[in-house]
């Protein structure tokens, strides 16, 4: 059974770090892209950064450059993403799913992260 | 920056009824279309890739349609595990490549 199960949410700081794990089973984690999607409460699906297979390759969207690393391990069947300079705009539930070049067919159910004082 | 313009942002429908949602994208995407369906507290699902092909498992009364710029996702006639929030997602080949952008979603609300 394909699975992805995400963890490391929670509630920080404004200026705070945190860093999210996703463990990946069913599937061969190394040959995949990976991606991390995020919805903020009452608003819709945002693509945060994708990964490539080997982690030579990433992209991410405008608003987390600079303050979010997307990695992954591959020996693990993990990817992570490691969140800095958080501010409130960035509280979400943070998914992560996996990106094979054609939609992201296999997600995770989440894990919420707020970012309050 | 691809943006993604569904339309409406609300759809009542009935059970057994026929929904047809759309999705507009700023620039040509090819087929390089997906949509999700999104229930609270779930992971979203993929239903649909290449415009018009069908996920895994997905039941025959979805159906996806459009190239270029206008999208459609049909649902033949609604059953009641069909109500959620759809999104459009637009995966297109560099250039321009990533940020993949989503559309704002679609409410399929029982009428």
């Known amino acids: 059974e394909v699975q992805l199960v995400e963890s490391g949410g929670g509630l920080v700081q404004p200026g705070g770090s945190l860093r999210l794990s996703c463990v990946v089973s069913?599937?061969?984690?190394?040959?995949?892209?990976m991606s991390w999607v995020r919805q903020a409460p009452g608003k819709g699906l945002e693509w945060v950064a994708n990964l490539s297979q080997d982690g030579s390759d990433k992209s991410c969207v405008d608003s987390v450059k600079g303050r979010f690393t997307i990695s992954r391990d591959n020996a693990k069947n993990s990817l992570y993403l490691q969140m800095n300079s958080l501010r409130a705009e960035d509280t979400a539930v943070y998914y992560c799913?996996?990106?094979?070049?054609?939609?992201?067919?296999?997600w995770g159910q989440g894990t919420t992260v707020i970012v309050s004082s | 920056e691809i943006v993604m313009t569904q339309s409406p942002a609300t759809l009542s429908v009935s059970p057994g009824e026929r929904a047809t949602l759309s999705c507009r994208a700023s620039?040509?995407?090819?087929?390089?279309l997906a949509w999700y369906q999104h229930k609270p507290g779930q992971a979203p699902r993929l239903l649909i890739y290449g415009a018009s092909t069908r996920a895994t498992g997905i039941p025959a009364r979805f159906s996806g349609g459009g190239s270029g710029t206008e999208f459609t996702l049909t649902i033949s006639s609604l059953e009641s595990e069909d109500f959620a929030v759809y999104y459009c997602?637009?995966?297109?080949?560099?250039?321009?490549?990533?940020?993949?952008?989503f559309g704002q979603g679609t409410k399929v609300e029982i009428k």
């Open positions: 620039q040509s995407i090819s087929s390089n």
């Open positions: 069913g599937f061969t984690f190394s040959s995949n892209w």
């Open positions: 997602q637009q995966y297109s080949n560099w250039p321009p490549g990533p940020p993949w952008t």
């Open positions: 799913a996996r990106d094979p070049g054609f939609g992201l067919d296999v």
